[in-house]
């Protein structure tokens, strides 16, 4: 298992449009992935559950997979939060 703990910086957080990115992002990688915040933890590839995280900008989240591609998932999804890229 791979994770990394950042700080959302994207200005609108994690919604909407935002979150459709993230998400299909996250569903490029065969690992599976968690996205954690305030002691709640789901699946980053569940729009309903990342919606549901109410995520804003400054959240700090742990980004966490498992699997054969488990870095690369953690890193390119960090940096999207960590860049406003949306």
Known sequence: M???????KCASGLHNKQATYFIQKANDFRS??????????INAKSLLGVLSMAIVTGTEVTISAEGPDEEEAVK???DMLEEDLF
């Open 2 to 8: 791979f994770s990394v703990t950042t700080v959302v």
């Open 32 to 41: 599976s992935i968690w996205i954690e915040a305030d002691e709640r933890k």
């Open 76 to 78: 390119s999804l960090a």
